[in-house]
């Protein structure tokens, strides 16, 4: 509750484009006041088909001709992949007030252009057919051709793919914090990775523990990055354990990179270099490093010493997109940017070997469309057409074409080169059925009200509902099982490595010197997942949650 009011005290200095991304606005008061008595769906889609889904049943009970069989990521909550119409949503289960405002949150960041999830729809005021309450929904756009990173590891991938996610997780972070944005969960599993040409994209989609400001400290950054670099350890340990992880990679050397790979960029992003004044062409060197990196600048502010012997100069970054938003000004291609680096290679080449670098770019990027690109990719088999980006399969058929002609001492034909990569390559993005339930059966393991849980407690709850309202109580002490303890078993490697405690992670906030905000609350200790407490009484337990709404903050984010 604190991270709300200060984020109203700090609102009349945030970008213009967050305070109007909704209408949605969370209070400090307990959900239980404002719950709707109807079924209430407040959305940014205008999908029909959403007022037909079973609104009425627990999430883990949804028919499964609903759903969609995609891999999952480790969550507290139960989430699942719903086909609504043609599209596809990812639901997660959730208390409302925290719904409400990762909702909101979600929407701030997407206003601002971040590589974040779609924010759908917050689904409130939900009831059994018994009209017994259930707990709220949010729901976002599933990220298509994305995967959560154990989904990668189940695959053929090449040793160096940890530190690739980690160079994709670190560019992630610091865009996020560049915009003000305090994640206080950072991790692998929050976060999806698309595959970008020989790199990766990473995509936050969980804000729960997020705070939106006009900028961050130096303490607040600080501490991100090193629970980041603690939940990675703790994740690739757990990967090792499973066998999924190559054996020469060093797990604690990786969260190194990451702490490394972060101060590189800033620096690189926000650092004031001084020239002298005949060394001007120092400051297009500057430029052309950030646009390498794929950051637009906005403006350069630039001021001498007082001695007027040396010019100062810092420049404005504007975002990442460099690449991608000039390959889709001259083509209409909206790729990654690492994809559209590759892309534009390959179009300069063409302009080139058609001798036309006198003509018009645009011009001669839609002769490339029309009889290079397009050609391409329409030879995707329709069984991966929602496996791989269009843009990945064609740099994936490039590298591939450029190996053949090494080998073979000689240009090969591009159709050539793609029906070899099909025949040879493109088999390793099919995950088989037995890896798909592996993964979805570890994504599940953390989740307290699953489908068999929850038929249990409905069942108790029928004999007598007194027993359900004790059991509440005794769950919303600690003292019973599905609290944090429960609720991490699930959570491996996340607290293992540091041992960290919620009052561990206290002395960690101090020691950054008290710059760190508090959490979010949540409705309770286990981040209100618990069967009884979820289905029978959602907000009977906010004066406690209230209570220990620091302790609640802690643990979500250690």
Do not use: C
Request: no cysteine; charged share 30%; net charge negative.
């Amino acid at each position: 509750m604190t991270s709300v009011n200060i984020n109203r005290a700090t609102a009349s200095s945030l970008d213009p484009r967050a305070m109007k991304a909704t209408s949605i606005k969370t209070t400090a008061g307990p959900s239980s006041e404002r719950e709707p008595a109807a079924l209430h769906i407040t959305a940014t889609s205008s999908n029909p088909r959403m007022f037909t889904l079973p609104w009425e049943r627990p999430l883990a009970t949804w028919p499964r001709d609903l759903l969609a069989n995609l891999p999952r990521g480790i969550s507290r909550h139960v989430v699942r992949f719903v086909h609504v119409g043609d599209d596809v949503y990812a639901m997660k289960e959730i208390t409302q007030r925290v719904a409400e405002r990762e909702y909101e949150l979600l929407r701030k960041l997407q206003k601002l252009e971040l590589p974040t999830v779609n924010p759908i729809a917050v689904v409130t005021g939900r009831h059994t057919r018994e009209g017994e309450p259930l707990e709220a929904m949010l729901v976002t756009q599933h990220l298509k051709f994305s995967l959560p990173y154990r989904a990668l590891f189940a695959r053929n991938l090449r040793p160096d793919t940890a530190e690739r996610l980690i160079d994709a997780l670190a560019v992630l972070l610091v865009r996020l914090h560049l915009a003000g944005f305090y994640w206080g969960d950072v991790s692998l599993s929050n976060v999806l990775f698309l595959r970008d040409a020989d790199a990766f994209s990473a995509f936050l989609v969980d804000a729960e523990t997020g705070d939106l400001h006009a900028s961050l400290t130096d303490g607040q950054r600080e501490y991100d990055i090193d629970l980041a670099r603690t939940n990675i350890i703790g994740e690739l340990m757990d990967l090792d354990s499973g066998n999924l992880l190559a054996g020469e990679v060093d797990e604690v050397g990786v969260g190194n990179r990451l702490v490394d790979r972060y101060h590189s960029l800033w620096s690189a992003l926000t650092d004031v270099d001084s020239f002298d004044p005949d060394e001007m062409w120092k400051i297009e060197r500057r430029v052309n490093r950030l646009n390498d990196l794929g950051f637009d600048v906005d403006e350069l502010e630039m001021k001498t010493e007082e001695d007027g012997n040396r010019v100062l100069v810092r420049p404005r970054v504007v975002d990442a997109g460099y690449a991608s938003r000039k390959l889709l000004r001259l083509t209409g291609l909206d790729v990654q940017e690492n994809q559209a680096r590759r892309l534009l290679n390959d179009l300069d080449a063409y302009r080139a070997s058609t001798w036309r670098q006198g003509e018009d770019l645009e011009i001669v990027a839609t002769d490339w469309m029309r009889e290079v690109f397009e050609p391409t990719v329409r030879m995707i088999p329709p069984e991966y057409r929602s496996q791989i980006e269009p843009a990945q399969f064609f740099h994936e058929v490039l590298t591939h074409r450029w190996l053949m002609a090494e080998k073979a001492g000689h240009d090969v034909p591009m159709a050539e080169a793609v029906q070899s990569y099909i025949s040879e390559s493109l088999p390793e993005y099919r995950l088989d059925s037995e890896d798909m339930k592996t993964i979805n059966e570890e994504a599940d393991a953390g989740v307290v009200d699953d489908e068999m849980s929850w038929q249990d407690a409905h069942a108790q709850a029928g004999q007598s509902k007194q027993t359900a309202r004790d059991q509440t109580d005794k769950d919303a002490s600690g003292h019973e099982e599905g609290g944090h303890d429960a609720a991490n078993s699930g959570m491996t490697g996340q607290t293992s490595v540091g041992g960290q405690t919620g009052a561990g992670a206290q002395k960690d906030r101090d020691r950054a010197g008290g710059e760190v905000p508090s959490q979010p609350a949540f409705e309770d200790a286990n981040g209100g997942r618990s069967s009884l407490r979820s289905v029978y009484a959602p907000g009977s337990l906010d004066a406690a949650a209230d209570e220990d709404d620091q302790d609640d903050a802690v643990w979500a984010s250690s």
